[in-house]
């Protein structure tokens, strides 16, 4: 079993920056990939951002260009940084691992930008 903590979520205002952390309890190259998802209220999860075990990252069209994902494997922790930060980025984040044989997800950090 593998647990994933979040942190770093909170209020911001619009045009700001957080960043995000995904801790792992164990090496995260037990994962094939791993990805930020959000879920803002009545909507469904949603994949924000992913990065292989060999660094290659993909990223939702409407965060290109403001969010960057990135991993330590030293720390067995991935990031996100989210710089210019808008109203509609406010979801709950959530960090999700996963390899062929199983999928892992964290509890989840609330991010909210105000206007």
């Known amino acids: 079993q593998v647990q994933l903590v979040e942190s770093g979520g909170g209020l911001v205002q619009a045009g700001g920056s957080l960043r995000l952390s995904c801790a792992a309890s164990?090496?995260?190259?037990?994962?094939?990939?791993m990805g930020w998802y959000r879920q803002a209220p009545g909507k469904e999860r949603e994949l924000v951002a992913l990065?292989?075990?060999?660094?290659?990252?993909n990223y939702v069209d409407s965060v290109k260009g403001r969010f960057t994902i990135s991993r330590d494997n030293a720390k067995n922790t991935v990031y996100l940084q989210m710089n210019s930060l808008k109203p509609e980025d406010t979801a709950v984040y959530y960090c999700?691992?996963?390899?062929?044989?199983?999928?892992?997800w964290g509890q989840g950090t609330q991010v909210t930008v105000s206007s």
């Open positions: 999700k691992g996963w390899n062929a044989m199983a999928r892992y």
């Open positions: 164990k090496s995260i190259f037990t994962f094939t990939a």
């Open positions: 990065i292989t075990s060999s660094d290659s990252t």
